[in-house]
């Protein structure tokens, strides 16, 4: 018999996933960027009460629940070509340019070496070209042309595992598919994190907690429409922690090949670490994790004759990391520091929230010092790329503080607003600063719930219960 509670969140979850589609069909990210931003709202709104719901709703049903409402949720990325970003058109033609046996760091797109590998889909012509999120190139006499890549005249900067999924797409696409192969290839990894987040709390804490990432907006617009190769690395990520906590070597391994895939799943290593006590044992994670990043480096540095880090000096620079004033970088930290202090502040306190997980951190839970990390240094960067929380969202996922989720809707609210006719840097700091404030919240019910409650029982015992209750259908 259905619980009431699981009937109230399957209606939900119904809602959310027709919002998400009209969403998802919306093409006013340039054109009508207020609009679109009210459409991202009322998804995020439909995914708390969502949430809500299935989480108080019996285990073995909340569940199947949302390994369903998953599928849906995912499935609606796939109904319209990439709407807010145009990174994924980078991936087809990495894949194109490794499958013809040329290194991707070798050469910009707009490099005429490689005008044989080019199509009338990456690159436009006629009137094609005036739409304003192509980019302009030259042609070898002058003429004007334009593709649907980003930042044409640079090198690639996507490390090698991503590379190497870009290759596999391609390989096993056909010719004419498009944009398809790479959103799908997004569903199965978003879905991928949905069941190995499931696996994971089974084991160690309420499996209800993966509705935070299979049910979230961010998932089907930016892991799906968008197709962003970070959902690649935050199932390793997931699958890393997950088996850390019982394998350090093969935890090391995983933790490894999702940093090899993004670069930013290295802000977990801190919580694969909590805890430990000997070098010993913080090798057997560290080394494995630094062989699998360079062993798949490696054949590139061989084969290449370029940088294999391409653009990426030029993108940190670009983005602001280096200047506080560019992009509204540390923005949070500068409504109360000079822009000069941002920077060395921002280092001081990553440190601090690093020592502290090191050495407090609890080694059965890695994911909660990664969260803490991950969190506080989202918080302190005011990243304005959605994309970039697809990680934090897992993790909300395997810790369970839900107030954490502020910050992943923060840098949608920035992203999706930046081409508004408004002031975007207040708007973006503001959403910033209540996601702040959410977290720090969150923070102080939970302390002040855990003096008035009596002692937890062990990690184990409270495993055994939950598993207890998820076979009695509780």
């Known amino acids: 018999m259905i619980d009431m509670r699981s009937l109230t969140a399957g209606v939900l979850v119904g809602v959310l996933t027709a919002v998400l589609a009209v969403t998802v069909l919306q093409d006013g990210y340039v054109t009508d960027p207020g609009g679109l931003a009210w459409w991202y709202a009322a998804c995020w709104l439909l995914f708390a009460a969502a949430a809500l719901a299935v989480r108080i709703a019996p285990v073995r049903q909340a569940v199947a629940l949302i390994l369903a409402g998953g599928v849906a949720v995912a499935a609606t990325g796939l109904l319209a070509p990439p709407r807010t970003s145009t990174d994924s058109y980078r991936y087809a033609w990495d894949g194109r340019?490794?499958?013809?046996?040329?290194?991707?760091?070798?050469?910009p797109p707009a490099d005429w070496a490689l005008a044989h590998l080019r199509d009338g889909w990456l690159f436009?012509?006629?009137?094609?070209?005036?739409?304003?999120?192509?980019?302009?190139?030259?042609?070898?006499?002058?003429?004007?042309?334009c593709t649907r890549i980003?930042?044409?005249?640079?090198?690639?900067?996507?490390?090698?595992?991503?590379?190497?999924?870009f290759l596999l797409v391609h390989a096993v696409s056909p010719g004419d598919v498009r944009h398809k192969a790479l959103q799908t290839g997004g569903v199965l990894l978003a879905l991928?994190?949905?069941v190995a987040l499931v696996l994971v709390l089974r084991r160690r804490g309420d499996p209800r907690t993966a509705v935070y990432w299979a049910w979230c907006p961010a998932v089907p617009l930016e892991a799906v429409n968008n197709a962003h190769v970070d959902v690649l690395g935050v199932l390793l990520a997931v699958a890393g922690l997950g088996v850390v906590v019982r394998g350090r070597f093969e935890g090391g391994v995983l933790l490894g090949a999702a940093v090899a895939t993004k670069l930013l799943p290295a802000v977990v290593?801190?919580?694969?670490?909590a805890g430990?006590?000997?070098?010993r044992d913080a090798a057997a994670v560290l080394v494995p994790a630094a062989a699998v990043v360079a062993l798949t480096y490696l054949p590139h540095l061989l084969l290449s004759e370029s940088s294999v880090f391409g653009y990426l000096s030029g993108y940190t620079e670009e983005e602001g990391y280096d200047d506080p004033s560019a992009r509204n970088r540390y923005a949070l930290l500068r409504l109360v520091l000079p822009d000069a202090w941002a920077l060395p502040a921002a280092v001081v306190v990553t440190v601090a929230v690093v020592s502290w997980v090191l050495r407090r951190g609890d080694p059965e839970r890695p994911w909660s010092g990664a969260l803490l990390v991950t969190g506080t240094a989202f918080l302190l960067m005011t990243p304005g790329y959605s994309w970039y929380a697809l990680l934090l969202v897992a993790?909300?996922?395997?810790?369970?503080?839900w107030e954490w989720l502020g910050v992943a809707a923060a840098g949608a609210a920035k992203y999706v607003t930046v081409h508004l006719d408004a002031d975007g840097e207040t708007i973006g700091t503001s959403a910033y600063a209540l996601a702040a404030a959410a977290v720090l919240a969150g923070w102080v019910l939970r302390r002040s719930r855990g003096r008035q409650a009596p002692a937890a029982p062990p990690v184990?015992?409270?495993a055994s219960r939950t598993v207890a209750a998820g076979r009695n259908g509780e």
């Open 395 to 401: 993790l909300v996922a395997l810790d369970g503080r």
């Open 276 to 279: 430990v006590r000997r070098w």
């Open 150 to 165: 980003n930042r044409p005249g640079v090198h690639t900067i996507y490390p090698p595992v991503a590379e190497g999924y």
């Open 124 to 145: 436009p012509t006629g009137a094609a070209c005036e739409v304003p999120e192509r980019a302009r190139i030259t042609g070898p006499k002058g003429e004007a042309h």
């Open 269 to 273: 290593l801190p919580g694969a670490l």
């Open 192 to 194: 991928g994190t949905t």
């Open 460 to 462: 184990s015992e409270r």
């Open 97 to 107: 340019v490794q499958a013809a046996g040329i290194s991707p760091y070798d050469h």
